[in-house]
Antibody, heavy 122, light 110 residues
Framework: QMQLQESGPGLVKPSETLSLTCSVS??????????WGWVRQPPGKGLEWIGV???????YYNPSLQSRVTISLDTSGTQFSLKVSSVTAADTAVYYC??????????????WGQGTPVTVSS | QSALTQPASVSGSPGQSITISCTGT?????????VSWYQQHPGKAPELMIF???NRPSGVSHRFSGSKSGNTASLTISGLQAEDEADYYC??????????FGGGTEVTVL
């Protein structure tokens, strides 16, 4: 059973870059079967789709975040990462990494990390 | 892309059925049958409950069902139970590889 775990700084200063890593155990992110993605949830608010990456390196980003977001695969084959540049307080949220699995006609998030809280504050 | 529209809250008594709507546009829900629903209990990660509009992953109770009409998708919970009290989110493909969540609905079991 694959497991995902987010890691990274819990506090980031405004205007700096937020960097998170998702470690995948029990499988390889190089598999052609899955996409890997990030979702965030500001305190007391709903879920926001950030973006996904395929094993080929192809990425898709939320248009509202595209200019500040980068998702990449680690060469180790067991991690992928998220970078959000020029952060503000609005980027304060719990960040989840998740696996998207093909089911019938499309891909769906069916395996999630526990989430890691990130606060943007000076 | 704007978030899909869901009611902020829905409530029902144990044993009753409730329906949560998720309204989008002709560019997302109206164009694709790639709609999913997630359940999230407080402090926990979301869990996939419905995919491809109306399919249940193995292990999800048959009390959960999904449907779609035009630009609106719906999640129905039958035989409401205390354990169903949670937040529910819809998610739809919007084209060009991207997706958008609904604003979320808090379900309360009275």
């Amino acid at each position: 059973q694959m497991q995902l775990q987010e890691s990274g700084p819990g506090l980031v200063k405004p205007s700096e870059t937020l960097s998170l890593t998702c470690s995948v155990s029990g499988g390889s992110i190089s598999s052609s079967s899955y996409y890997w993605g990030w979702v965030r949830q500001p305190p007391g608010k709903g879920l926001e789709w950030i973006g996904v990456i395929y094993y080929t390196g192809t990425t898709y980003y939320n248009p509202s975040l595209q200019s500040r977001v980068t998702i990449s695969l680690d060469t180790s084959g067991t991690q992928f990462s998220l970078k959000v540049s020029s952060v503000t307080a609005a980027d304060t949220a719990v960040y989840y990494c998740a696996r998207r699995t093909p089911r019938a006609n499309w891909f769906y998030f069916d395996n999630w990390g526990q989430g890691t809280p990130v606060t943007v504050s000076s | 892309q704007s978030a899909l529209t869901q009611p902020a809250s829905v409530s029902g008594s144990p044993g009753q059925s409730i329906t949560i709507s998720c309204t989008g546009t002709s560019s997302d829900i109206g164009s694709y049958n790639y709609v999913s629903w997630y359940q999230q209990h407080p402090g926990k990660a979301p869990e996939l409950m419905i995919f491809d509009v109306s399919n249940r992953p193995s292990g999800v109770s048959h009390r959960f069902s999904g449907s779609k009409s035009g630009n609106t998708a719906s999640l129905t919970i039958s035989g409401l139970q205390a354990e169903d009290e949670a937040d529910y989110y819809c998610l739809s493909y919007t084209g060009s590889g991207t997706e958008v969540f609904g604003g979320g609905t808090e379900v309360t079991v009275l």
